[in-house]
């Protein structure tokens, strides 16, 4: 498939939801990207280093604001409006499939800032913006199974499970089952 023309479609009012704002990555928030480092699970997942260090953090800063422009996909800094604007996490829409009218969203939230609903209401927020992209008609969420804050997550956000899917993608090396969460246009 071609890589959707995306560029001009930042949106052009940051999404909210919730406690949570959605923006723009901005060199600042290094520190937020380097706490997340040091949760294994992140970095298996993306292309944040492993106990990043800060110009490693920047790097990936880089590559999220550059995403849209590449036609991957639009990938937001979560700002808590609670705590003072403090950048909380990141999530993501990749348009790859969106010829096909599907998208993939992900979402990570820094291990300081969890358990207080921040993840479900970014799902909200993005979730919102998707449909305003008009192409897209479905959106995807492939969890591990063991990853009861994550499906409790996508369920409070109002994503339904669809199934298992075995075997479904390499993380770290091994081959992992996925649930498959969705959501459709009405």
């Known amino acids: 498939m071609d890589v959707p023309e995306i560029a001009d479609r930042w949106p052009a009012l940051d999404p909210a939801f919730g406690t949570v704002t959605l923006r723009a990555f901005r060199p600042e928030d290094a520190s ?27 790097r990936w800063i880089y590559r999220q604001q550059t995403r849209h422009t590449a036609g991957t996909g639009f990938s937001f800094a ?27 969203i992900g979402y990570a939230i820094a291990p300081s800032c969890r358990g207080r609903h921040r993840a479900s209401d970014a799902l909200c927020a993005v979730t919102t913006f998707a449909w305003t992209l008009p192409e897209l008609h479905r959106l995807e969420l492939y969890i591990e199974p063991w990853n009861t804050p994550s499906i409790r997550t996508a369920e409070r956000a109002g994503y339904l499970r669809e199934g298992l899917l075995r075997s479904h993608q390499e993380i770290s090396g ?13």
Do not use: H
């Open 174 to 186: 091994r081959r992992r089952d996925m649930l498959l969460y969705s959501s459709v246009r009405d």
């Open 78 to 104: 979560v700002v808590d409006t609670i705590d003072e604007g403090r950048c909380a996490g990141f999530v993501g829409l990749w348009v790859r499939e969106l010829p096909a009218g599907r998208a993939k």
């Open 32 to 58: 937020m990207a380097m706490e997340l480092s040091r949760d294994p699970y992140v970095p298996a997942m993306g292309t944040l280093a492993l106990n990043a260090t800060a110009s490693q953090a920047q």
